[in-house]
């Protein structure tokens, strides 16, 4: 057998594997190394130019291509759950607000619809900070927002809640922790428009103090209205 020299080119270092040819020196390398991204170059001495595979970087290839199919296909099956997951809940609403049903409206649905939905809301709302958010999902969100006297609703059950001793609150149909987070932004919505509502009521009592002060100004320069 013969002594060849092997190396990975534009990486450092070489190893000397004895071979009865250049392509056998060349797999024995590659057992003893792994399989790298980078072509084996293996020659046996100064008067051998040397010979150049690259075999192994279209095993390298086929792996990455492997890897992002894989990923490809994980991230359909998600984007596919995650789809029927919304179509589920449409559906559930829907019939829930079908002409059979004679229900049209949020203050007539039953407590287990409104407390499924609401679940529902606040996840896709959690699911909105990481990823963007699906067409079937999307649509459920539009209809939800929709539903009407919703915002109603909404408002009378977090009216209700915090009117509750708090020992009261988790045995209340109303105080899980599914509608917690609607309740919570329904009653800051409220209570910013009450602070608005007392910051414009504030600037009317300082437009009549200034009128009243404008007033005296022309009494005092004798001035008549």
Not at 64 to 79: F, I, P, S, T
Not at 159 to 168: F, G, K, V
Not at 197 to 222: R, T, Y
Request: net charge negative; proline share 2%.
């Amino acid at each position: 057998m013969k002594t060849y020299k092997c190396a990975f080119i534009d990486r450092p270092g070489e190893e000397k594997v004895h071979a009865s040819s250049h392509r056998e020196a060349y797999e024995k390398f590659l057992k003893a190394h792994g399989v790298q991204d980078f072509p084996v170059i293996v020659w046996s001495g100064f008067t051998d130019s040397g010979e150049i595979f690259r075999d192994h970087l279209k095993t390298i290839e086929e792996k990455n291509a492997e890897w992002e199919q894989g990923r490809m296909k994980k991230a359909l099956a998600v984007k596919k759950t995650h789809e029927l997951a919304a179509q589920e809940k449409f559906l559930a609403l829907e019939q829930a607000l079908s002409s059979k049903t004679k229900c049209r409206s949020y203050l007539e649905l039953h407590p287990d619809t409104r407390a499924t939905m609401s679940s529902y809301i606040n996840k896709l709302i959690e699911a909105f900070e990481k990823r963007g958010l699906e067409p079937a999902e999307i649509k459920f969100i539009e209809t939800w927002l929709n539903v009407k006297d919703r915002g109603l609703g909404e408002s009378l059950i977090a009216r209700r809640i915090a009117s509750l001793p708090a020992a009261e609150r988790s045995s209340s149909r109303f105080g899980n922790m599914m509608l917690l987070g609607m309740m919570a932004n329904t009653m800051r919505l409220e209570n910013a428009l009450d602070d608005v509502q007392d910051k414009i009521a504030s600037v009317g009592d300082e437009v009549a103090e200034i009128q009243e002060d404008v007033g005296d100004m022309h009494e005092g320069f004798g001035f008549e209205e």
